[in-house]
C-alpha cells in the first residue's frame, strides 16, 4: 500500500484519491471545455498509481500525447460525510503538489466516442506526489502562486485564488456523494498551460510555501 509522511508526524497510508477536473476558467477554455458554475467535475485514482517526487514517470506505449498538470493537493486527515464548509476545513490534515499525468489523446478518444475517459488518467506513475506540509505547520492562504516548468522553461503559472471551487467546497461536495477518510486524497485541477511532455523530458512544479515536485519522462 501507499503511504506518505506529515513532516515530523506519522505516516499515513493513502486511501482513495478523488480528483477535480476543470477548476481554472482558463485551463477548461483551453481545452475546449464548458466552465462548471455549480458543482465540480470529480473523477478518481487508485492509491497503487502514485510515485513519488524524484520517481520517473514511465511514458505509456499506448499513448503519443502524455501532458502535465500540477495541482493542490489535499489531505484528509478526519473522517467526513455530509460535511459542511467549516467540517472540509476541519478534515483537512496537510497539503502537498501533485502531478495528474494524462493521456491526453486517449482522453479525446474517449470522450468523442461517449466513454468514460478513466484510462486516460489511470496508469502506474500517474499521480506523482510531493512531500506533505501538515496544516499546523503552513496554513494555506489560497493565494499562493502554483507553476510548473519543464526543462526549465515555464509552462503552467497561476494563483490558488484562481479556482473556480475553494477548497472548502471541494471537500464538502465530495463528502455529500462519498465518505471520505483519513488518509483520502484530493487533486483539486490544474490550471491553463498543460503540453505534452515526451522520454527525456524534466518536470518541476510547485506551490509557493507548501512544497516542490519533480520528475523525469522515461
Known sequence: ??????????????????CVGRNYADHAKEMGNEVPDEFPIIFMKPASTIIYSGDKVEHPDYSNNLQ????????????????????????????????DMTLRDLQFQYKDKGEPWTLAKVFD???????????????????ENIYLDVNGERKQTSSLNNMIFDIRKIVSYISKKMTLE?????????????????????????????????????
Open 182 to 218: 483519513k488518509g483520502d486524497l484530493i487533486f483539486t485541477g490544474t490550471p491553463a498551460g498543460v503540453s505534452r511532455v515526451v522520454k527525456g523530458d524534466k518536470i518541476k512544479g510547485g506551490i509557493q510555501n507548501v512544497a516542490e515536485v519533480e520528475t523525469e519522462i522515461i
Open 125 to 143: 506513475g500517474c499521480a506523482v506526489l510531493s512531500d506533505f506540509v501538515s496544516k499546523e505547520d503552513y496554513k494555506l492562504k489560497e493565494n
Open 68 to 99: 502535465h498538470e500540477v495541482e493542490l493537493v489535499l489531505l484528509i486527515t478526519e473522517t467526513i460525510k455530509n460535511g459542511s464548509e467549516k467540517e472540509a476545513e476541519d478534515a483537512i490534515g496537510g497539503y502537498a503538489v501533485g502531478l
Open 1 to 18: 500500500m501507499k503511504k506518505i509522511k506529515l513532516k515530523n508526524k506519522e505516516e499515513i497510508e493513502v486511501g482513495k484519491i478523488v
